[in-house]
Nanobody, 127 residues
Framework: VQLEESGGGSVQAGGSLRLSCVISGYIDNTYCMGWFRQSPEKDREGVATIDFEGRISYADTVKGRFTLSKDNAKNTLYLQMTNLKPEDSGLYYC??????????????????????WGQGTQVTVSS
């Protein structure tokens, strides 16, 4: 499986972006996937994830502003981001893992679960 992100860019605070992650290869119903971000000031952190049963978890900092969705027909994972803030700036990565175990939301948002990562797409939010 390979992951390729797109959709990043530069926006002003309050703006919106939609990130896409195209999945190349076969994804079965044991996969969990998610979006993560990293900035020079912070370690890589979970933003939004979806487990093998379709349960979605969000970081507290993005709840109510970001929406994760998955189009199985297009093999694509999306992250709709609205009301963007400067602190949302960073390199956004898509990640996936096969045979995911049941997890708490905290575990699902942790980077340790995932072994397949994309190259990232840059999001810059100016004030």
């Amino acid at each position: 499986v390979q992951l390729e992100e797109s959709g990043g860019g530069s926006v002003q605070a309050g703006g919106s972006l939609r990130l896409s992650c195209v999945i190349s290869g076969y994804i079965d119903n044991t996969y969990c996937m998610g979006w993560f971000r990293q900035s020079p000031e912070k370690d890589r952190e979970g933003v939004a994830t979806i487990d093998f049963e379709g349960r979605i978890s969000y970081a507290d900092t993005v709840k109510g502003r970001f929406t994760l969705s998955k189009d199985n027909a297009k093999n694509t994972l999306y992250l709709q981001m609205t009301n963007l803030k400067p602190e949302d700036s960073g390199l956004y990565y898509c990640a996936a893992e096969r045979n995911c175990p049941p997890m708490t939301a905290r575990q699902a948002l942790g980077t340790a679960v995932y072994r397949t990562w994309g190259q990232g797409t840059q999001v810059t939010v100016s004030s």
